[in-house]
């Protein structure tokens, strides 16, 4: 009878060592001493690039159109967005990654053809896009690589738009060429922001 009682507690016991082997599938393998970890860890650093880059992509229509006397309309933005996107960075991220944000770029045309009526990237939360993110170990650090940038641009009120224009080229340029590094690690740098 004892031995009975033992039974269920050896069961849950069990089970609960079993459960701490099994990890989600989505969560990514950061073992930087294997080669796939460091293969991982390579994706997220282009990843974090071409995030980097496209945030620059997508603000930097705001100053250019006051330059160019547009009168903001938004397929005015997303031209501008379109004539600065970031495709080397692009093509240095894993394939499926590279799938998708080509897509959502072909949307974007595809609404400035007249062809579709609404988009969502890269101006607000796409789940898609979410989703990748995810994959890689990046939730959520599209907001905080934005938070950054901000802080490094550190544009005044007295910046004029040329300025403000001229400044995110060259920083996406020195993020391209590999001069400036997006951080790996936001936590000291968050509390900055």
Do not use: H
């Not at 960075?89 to 770029?105: G, H, M, N, S, Y």
């Not at 060429?177 to 951080?183: E, L, T």
Request: net charge negative; with cysteine.
């Amino acid at each position: 009878m004892r031995n009975l009682a033992r039974f269920p507690l050896l069961l849950c016991l069990w089970g609960m060592a079993c459960a701490q082997d099994v990890a989600p599938p989505a969560v990514p393998d950061l073992k930087e001493g294997t080669a796939g970890g460091r293969l991982q860890e390579k994706n997220r650093e282009n990843i974090r690039s071409f995030l980097a880059q496209i945030c620059l992509a997508r603000n930097l229509p705001s100053p250019e159109l006051v330059i160019r006397g547009g009168k903001g309309l938004v397929t005015e933005f997303y031209q501008i967005m379109l004539e600065e996107f970031p495709e080397k960075a692009l093509k240095r991220c894993p394939t499926d990654f590279q799938e998708v944000i080509a897509l959502k770029k072909r949307e974007i045309q595809a609404y400035l053809d007249g062809i579709k009526t609404d988009i969502v990237w890269p101006y607000a939360e796409d789940e898609e896009i979410s989703s990748l993110l995810f994959r890689y170990g990046l939730k959520g650090e599209e907001i905080l690589i934005s938070k950054w940038m901000a802080a490094v641009l550190n544009f005044g009120d007295e910046d004029t738009p040329a300025f403000k224009a001229a400044r995110m080229r060259e920083l996406k340029e020195e993020i391209e060429a590999g001069k400036i590094k997006v951080p790996r690690d936001f936590d000291g740098i968050e509390e900055e922001i």
